[in-house]
């Protein structure tokens, strides 16, 4: 059966991002008055050109990565201006000692304090740091409520005793962990502790403790879905992958949907690397792989679903 688009979207304030009519009522909530359509982005980034370090940078320009002239360098106007179609965004900078890559917390807490109607700020703290335990603590003063971590740039076995020592005591205090649980194409970049698999174990020693698996752990995708499957508390975002890597991106989402974890997914853009919208275009546009074949088509409305999910809640955040 080939895939039928009931495609009937409403357009509002000149943005293309309002949930279809068979949505359901809850995604809109309604802020100073005005009503606006729910968009969590749960995966931005802020950081300068510098402080992406020079590894990520060379990687971007040499178009191995698939992003060459991509504009890494985001400033805190650039990126409020990329985050004016969503009601709420996460952001963060990346820290790894590996790879040369720092964004000051302080950063993103300034930035986050200006806009506390809008702007979620998470730290990024790298394991193998110093005091990642005191860098956690001052996190917290600076109003930062959750951790952006990655055992791919930071080069750490996310079950080796550092990261357990972060892990142990961001359960405790309640903060969200956030992780590239996926593959990078920078040459030194370690692939054997990229696989989400590795937070079975998390998320059975640290139980209340809430992980979002970025990327949708591609290409494990498959592994991503069993980690969202099996753990109430563990989640997977959708950024990058769809746009980038759309048949990865379908594959993922047709089994999320045919496992019935749909509601596990995340909305996320990875701005710089993507914006809102075309995060949106590309989940609506998914089933295109279906048409005319006898493969799944993952429903518009959990696709909508998706976009317009309240992801703070999930996550503890509101
Ligand atoms: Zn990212």
């Not at 965004?89 to 000692?97: Q, Y």
């Not at 917390?105 to 998470?122: L, N, R, S, T, V």
């Not at 996190?139 to 959750?146: H, N, R, S, V, W």
């Not at 088509?297 to 509101?318: F, K, N, Y």
């Amino acid at each position: 059966m080939p895939c039928v688009s009931t495609c009937g979207n409403l357009y509002v304030r000149d943005t293309h991002i309002a949930p279809k009519r068979h949505g359901t009522h809850s995604h809109v909530a309604c802020h100073g008055g005005m009503d606006t359509i729910m968009i969590i982005d749960v995966h931005t980034h802020l950081s300068t050109r510098e402080q992406w370090g020079k590894a990520f940078g060379e990687v971007m320009d040499s178009g191995v990565s698939g992003h060459a002239s991509m504009d890494l360098e985001v400033t805190p106007e650039r990126h409020w201006k990329a985050v004016g179609p969503a009601s709420r965004a996460i952001v963060f900078g990346i820290n790894s000692i590996a790879l040369g890559m720092h964004t000051p917390d302080e950063a993103i807490a300034d930035y986050a304090a200006a806009h506390p109607e809008k702007i979620i700020g998470f730290m990024s703290v790298d394991p193998n740091s110093p005091e990642p335990l005191a860098q956690i603590d001052r996190g917290i003063d600076m109003g930062l409520k959750g951790i952006k971590m990655s055992p791919v740039y930071q080069h750490y076995d996310p079950n080796g005793d550092e990261a357990r020592k972060v892990h142990e005591r961001a359960e405790r205090l309640g903060l969200v962990i956030l992780t590239h649980a996926a593959f990078h194409c920078i040459a030194r970049t370690p692939m054997q502790w990229a696989n989400p698999l590795h937070y079975d174990r998390v998320a059975r020693d640290f139980p209340e403790l809430k992980i979002i698996l970025a990327h949708i752990g591609l290409p494990w995708h498959t592994d991503a879905m069993v980690m969202i499957r099996k753990h109430a508390n563990v989640f997977a975002d959708i950024s990058g992958g769809v746009l980038y890597r759309p048949w990865w991106g379908y594959q993922a989402l047709a089994e999320c949907h045919e496992n019935s974890v749909m509601h596990k997914l995340l909305f996320g853009s990875d701005f710089p690397l993507c914006t809102i919208q075309q995060t949106i275009e590309a989940l609506r546009g998914v089933n295109r792989f279906a048409a005319g074949t006898g493969m799944p088509c993952i429903p518009d409305d959990q696709i909508e679903d998706l976009i317009h999910r309240d992801a703070l809640s999930l996550l503890g955040l509101t």
